[in-house]
């Protein structure tokens, strides 16, 4: 488990309206991102944030009009770039709580470079990936996870696409955190969240969200109520990975491969994978990532490992270096090297 | 500076007494030509002349030794007077292979000097560089004086007791040979003896193979009857005070450096490396105990928004690239304006459209600058005119972009970033503090409430409690910040924008002329063409004629009284080195008709290409 690093609390204790900007929330009716809106002002509020150290930066995409709608510190800047954005704020001001907000197109299509980088560098930011698996605000192209075969826009006779797995791009981006949640469900996206704010380091969470004008149903074929149960794992740490509505089934590793077992039948619980989020090696964790057909979906938190934040190590490296050269001399340095006079 | 006691007295020769001397150094790539030019720089320096250099090298990391793309080049010129430029055709040529003097033959002054090493004019080398016959001995060369030195055999006897290999011992030979022009030239030997001792102060039998090879070509120079005379170029009159010999990168960092202590802020450069901008990187990387960060991004685009980042959270954000990066930073920039925030972004100019010539000097980024992103997004523009004032220009970069909230451009090119000049050391203590004065109320904060004279909004940074607010790259409502569709609203913001920057002329000083105030001829110039337009325009005024000149400094805006003074000349010329960029802009602003001088060749402007231009027209 990351340590809590939360600033101390205000007084009185912060709702989730001092949260809320004076901003109108211009998203469709129905949209997936107000579950996400009203989740996060509650994570921040039960964490007691200060307002004044909260930055959310923004790309474009439905996802960016987020910081509009944060009483907080906001950029939205433009296409992809957020992370690149943040990692500057972050790096200005260690002491502010920086959260990238973007969108499947933004962060993995335009952005991709930039949320590679972010991520293998550890910065000390917590990025929230919407994924709809369809562009939104521009009213409906197939985006780099849309489903191959997808009809769209602008693929009306299929997309011919292999989609991105989000959590296996953040885990094989080395990312010190890695997540997902759902947006139909607040007390899980609540948890999941709040670990991320609580993580020291890059946190990465994709968020499984509707757009119910361009793609409506985008998840149903997981989330749906009656399959939801048989579909979707939640990890838990240290907890053996069961699912199903009676908690019945398990995975198992065979092989190289994960396989889903049934409980009681000459298996027993002991048999089953144990999540451990704090394994520094990924493997297991990227196994659970892949899409397979025959496996259940998990969400929670995948990985969980502690490393120095890309901040924190600019930091000590300028704060370090100053005190064994000194702190810089301007005109010690003008006056250095092979130099001679003129005189009158 | 006193003669140091490590020279020995000279032979009875001619010595003649000389106003100004230009030397090439050419070689292979591999051949230390560079740090030639730059050793013989830094003694010259030191003995008092003023001097221009121009380094030219390829951009291939090692072409194949030998042969033509391979060769590298340096050219000094020093003067006991005060010049502004390396010189236009050398007086002297040390080429250190055939593939060296074929390239720069064409250059040299037609009763110049060639100095080869005639070891290196081998069969092969001949045939490598295209040669069918050898020109030290067919007559190829004409009336120029030839004088052949066989310096890689002469460098292996003088380090006959050196404890290095035949390769190491070979790598010395450019200082054999510099030790040759030393004494040609009478430098002194000290600056560049201290300098090997410091180089290579971790191996002994380095500094002394290296220190031996040049007293041996010094020696070599002072005892055979090769040379009838030797040179000497009397100290010039330069303005009293410390001098130190600097690049225009070395001063950029410098000027970073000052301006961030200015504003007691700490600086962010984020930058991606890119020819001729990553030197800059890699020294500010060297000065982080000045309150410096320096983030390599994964790209162009990263490294600017991580600076707007970091501008946004209070910092003196600073991204340095060259024409192409620019063309990637571009709609962050358009952000940066949106955002209205304090940004500088370097602009190392070299010769394009697209990869072009990395390595070779083009003035033709003006117009990316000024107008090269999407929609009226306009930004402040300033070009520094020598490598000493690229250190000046920096200072001046920081203090409008904090003061207006507002981008700004600084073009530097590669020929202002690594040629050098000696350089008078600024009393630190009278440049001005940078003062962030635009602070805001709390009780009555609005993002976008204008200073009434800069039109600057409140730098209101992360952290501070009470002003939180959004902004972004979508339209502002004004006062508030919030997005706006309005159609006034944005015809408002969009001429407040330009306003904003057009107010940054009330900052800029008169505009100095030189000559004249009126007349027949002006000539106006921007960036590094500087020192040829300037030496052009004093040739031509030395003889009488007249001929005013004015050097840009601000590009844009104009300075407010540009407009009245071309008005008082029947004539502008405008020498650039692109097809008529500033030339575009002028007509463009004052609806005057302005002649151009255009060159682009990845070279700077000889002196005489200007001079011409101008003795045609008056």
């Known amino acids: 488990m990351a340590t809590m690093t939360a600033p101390a609390p205000q007084t009185p204790k912060p709702t989730r309206k001092d949260y809320e900007s004076d901003q109108e929330v211009r998203w469709c009716p129905g949209c997936g991102d107000y579950s996400i809106l009203a989740q996060m002002q509650r994570v921040c509020a039960d964490l007691a944030i200060p307002r004044e150290k909260l930055v959310f930066v923004s790309g474009i995409g439905c996802s960016s009009r987020f910081p509009y709608y944060m009483n907080t510190y906001g950029f939205h800047t433009i296409h992809g770039r957020a992370p690149a954005i943040a990692t500057g704020v972050k790096c200005a001001n260690p002491d502010l709580m920086v959260w990238v907000m973007t969108g499947d197109g933004d962060g993995l299509s335009i952005g991709g470079n930039h949320m590679l980088h972010t991520l293998r560098r550890n910065v000390d930011l917590k990025i929230v990936l919407f994924n709809n698996r369809i562009y939104g605000l521009t009213k409906g192209q197939t985006s780099p996870t849309s489903e191959m075969g997808k009809i769209t826009k602008s693929t009306p006779i299929g997309s011919i696409e292999h989609p991105i797995q989000p959590v296996a791009f953040a885990l094989a981006a080395e990312a010190t955190f890695v997540a997902r949640a759902i947006d139909g469900e607040p007390q899980h996206m609540q948890e999941v969240l709040k670990r991320a704010a609580q993580h020291k380091g890059v946190a990465f969470v994709e968020v499984f969200q509707n757009c119910n004008i361009f793609n409506d149903g985008a998840w149903e074929y997981l989330t749906a109520r009656e399959i939801r149960d048989d579909r979707i794992i939640e990890l838990r740490h240290g907890q053996p990975m069961k699912f199903g509505k009676n908690l019945d089934k398990g995975l198992r590793l065979k092989g190289f491969r994960l396989e889903v077992v049934q409980l009681g039948q000459g298996v027993s619980e002991s048999d089953l994978l144990v999540h451990d989020e704090t394994d520094e090696d990924a493997s297991l964790a990227f196994l659970l990532s892949r899409e397979n057909p025959d496996l259940p979906v998990p969400i929670g938190v995948f990985r969980s490992v502690s490393h120095p934040t890309y901040d924190g190590l600019m930091k000590a490296q300028i704060d370090d270096y100053t005190s064994k050269r000194g702190k810089g001399d301007l005109r010690k340095l003008i006056h250095s090297g092979q130099r001679w006079t003129v005189g009158a | ?618």
């Not at chain 2, 030239?185 to 560049?192: K, M, S």
């Not at chain 2, 005892?223 to 009293?240: C, D, G, N």
């Not at chain 2, 569709?485 to 940054?504: C, F, G, S, W």
């Not at chain 2, 337009?533 to 040739?539: C, D």
């Open chain 2, 1 to 618: 500076m006193s003669t140091p006691s490590t020279e020995p007295p000279k032979s009875q020769r001619v010595k003649e007494v000389i106003e100004r001397v230009t030397i090439r150094f050419a070689g292979d790539s591999g051949d230390g030509i560079q740090l030639s030019g730059n050793q013989f720089t830094l003694a010259t320096a030191m003995a008092g002349n003023d001097l221009g250099t121009l380094p030219d090298f390829p951009a291939e990391i090692r072409a194949p030794a030998g042969t033509l793309p391979g060769v590298s080049n340096f050219q000094i010129s020093f003067s006991e007077k005060s010049i502004h430029t390396p010189g236009d055709a050398p007086d002297v040529l040390v080429a250190m292979n055939p593939a060296a003097l074929k390239v720069n033959l064409k250059d040299l002054a037609k009763d110049g000097t060639i100095i080869v090493n005639s070891d290196n004019f081998t069969p092969v080398n001949l045939k490598k560089a295209g040669y069918t016959s050898n020109p030290l001995e067919d007559g190829s060369l004409g009336s120029r004086r030839v004088i052949q030195i066989p310096i890689n055999e002469l460098n292996l006897k003088a380090l006959e007791s050196s404890p290095l290999s035949k390769k190491e011992r070979d790598k010395c030979r450019n200082f054999y040979a510099l030790g040759v022009i030393y004494w040609l030239y009478d430098r002194p030997l000290e600056p560049t003896l201290q300098w090997i001792a410091d180089k290579f102060a971790k191996n002994p039998a380095v500094v002394e193979a290296n220190q031996t090879a040049l007293r041996a070509g010094y020696y070599y120079a002072d005892t055979t009857e090769i040379f009838t005379h030797s040179y000497t170029v009397r100290k010039a009159a330069l303005p009293p005070g410390e001098y130190r010999n600097i690049t225009g990168t070395e001063a950029m960092v410098l000027g970073l450096v000052a301006g961030a202590t200015l504003a007691e802020t700490q600086l962010f450069y984020g930058s991606y490396p890119i020819t001729p901008a990553s030197d800059i990187l890699h020294e500010l990387a060297r000065h982080k105990n000045y309150g410096i960060a320096t983030f390599q991004a994964e790209d162009e685009i990263a490294a600017v928004c991580a600076a707007i980042g970091a501008a946004y959270a209070g910092n003196i954000g600073v991204t340095g690239t060259s024409g192409p990066g620019v063309a990637l930073k571009g709609e962050a920039i358009g952000l940066a304006v949106m955002a209205e925030l304090p940004l500088v972004i370097i602009n190392v100019q070299r010769a394009g459209p697209s990869t072009g010539m990395p390595t070779k000097a083009e003035q033709s980024d003006l117009l990316q600058a000024v107008v090269g992103r999407n929609s009226e997004c306009p930004v402040a523009v300033l070009a520094p005119a020598t490598p000493a004032d690229c250190f000046n220009t920096a200072i001046e970069a920081i203090r409008i972009a904090v003061k207006y909230m507002t981008p700004v451009f600084v073009l530097s090119d590669g020929f202002l970033a690594n040629s050098s000049e000696p350089w008078l050391l600024p009393d630190i203590s009278t440049l001005e503090k940078i003062t962030i004065s635009h602070k805001a109320d709390v009780n009555d904060f609005k993002p976008y409430r204008r200073d009434p004279k800069t039109l600057a909004r409140p730098w209101v940074i992360p952290g501070m409690p009470g002003f939180e607010h959004r902004i972004g790259g979508l339209e502002k409502e004004d006062v508030t910040g919030n997005v706006s569709y309005d159609p006034q609203n944005h015809e408002k913001m969009t001429l407040t924008r330009a306003e904003k920057v057009r107010r940054i002329a009330q900052d800029i000083p008169p505009t100095q002329i030189v000559g004249e105030p009126s007349g027949q001829l002006l000539v106006i110039g921007w960036g590094s063409t500087y020192g040829a337009i300037t030496s052009a325009v004093e040739n031509v005024r030395a003889r009488g004629k007249k001929v005013s000149y004015v050097h840009l400094r601000h590009l844009w805006p104009f300075p407010s009284d540009l407009g009245e003074i071309i008005r008082r000349f029947e004539t502008v010329l405008v020498p650039e080195m692109n097809l008529g960029q500033l030339k575009l802009l002028l007509r463009g602003e004052y609806g005057l008709p302005v002649i151009g001088l255009h060159k682009v060749q990845g070279r700077p402007f000889k002196i005489s290409e200007i001079q011409s231009k101008i003795e045609e027209l008056i």
